[in-house]
């Protein structure tokens, strides 16, 4: 079935540090590829998508490429702030009879002045 | 409304108490998703609609839940006699089918607290 494998949190990076949240998957046909961000006491939204091959999502800073050889789509961000600190998932959208979103286990990111 | 909207925001029930969840999605919106997120724990999904039928419902834990939609408008999501395992934030987030990819929006959930 589909499923997302993202890299075990917690991550506590001080100010200015470079980020990668690594994101695997497997899915059905050729999905949409999704970041959320889930800030304290928020709810979910969406950081960046890209929804086809080589595409990169940006936003806020963060980036994603979509690699559909590699079936993966890692988070990376040159400079956090503490700002950033959240929880961030990766979720693909499959295709086809089921439009099934499926999430990561979510990476917690602590920035520190 | 602007947003996904969940009610209630927050639940306490007794054990073996039966308790619904109400999630409206955005107007126009004919997707919908149910989830499930525990303290600390990722998002685990439970049943997807599309419009008011279910394709996927290969995410809820037993029979206890089940779920309903209205057209493609208002869902409930119903726990049977509940259990203290039961307890965490329920998620709601619908998308519009106009192009499969576009991003889903979220609700701010309800926390159910399972005495």
């Known amino acids: 079935g589909d499923s997302v494998t993202q890299m075990e949190g917690p991550v506590t990076l001080s100010e200015e540090a470079f980020l990668t949240i690594n994101c695997t998957y497997t899915?059905?046909?050729?999905?949409?590829l999704f970041w959320y961000v889930q800030y304290p006491g928020e709810g979910l939204q969406l950081l960046l998508k890209a929804t086809k091959a080589d595409d990169k999502g940006s936003n806020k800073g963060f980036e994603a490429t979509y690699r559909k050889e590699t079936t993966s789509f890692h988070l990376e961000k040159g400079s956090v702030q503490v700002s950033d600190s959240a929880v961030y998932f990766c979720a693909p959208l499959t295709q086809g009879g089921s439009e099934k979103l499926v999430f990561g286990k979510g990476t917690k990111l602590t920035v520190n002045p | 409304g602007a947003g996904v909207s969940q009610s209630p925001s927050n639940k306490v029930t007794e054990k073996g108490k039966d308790v619904e969840l109400r999630c409206d999605p955005i107007?126009?919106?004919?997707?919908l998703y149910w989830y499930r997120q525990r303290l600390g724990q990722g998002l685990e999904f439970l049943i997807y609609f599309q419009g008011n039928s279910a394709p996927d419902k290969s995410g809820l834990p037993s029979d206890r839940f089940s779920a309903e939609r209205t057209g493609e408008s208002v869902s409930t999501l119903t726990i049977q006699r509940t259990q203290q395992e039961d307890s965490a934030v329920y998620l709601c987030a619908s998308r519009p089918r106009t192009a499969w990819n576009t991003e889903a929006f979220f609700g701010q959930g309800t926390r159910l607290t399972v005495v």
């Open positions: 899915a059905t046909g050729y999905p949409s």
């Open positions: 107007s126009g919106h004919t997707a």
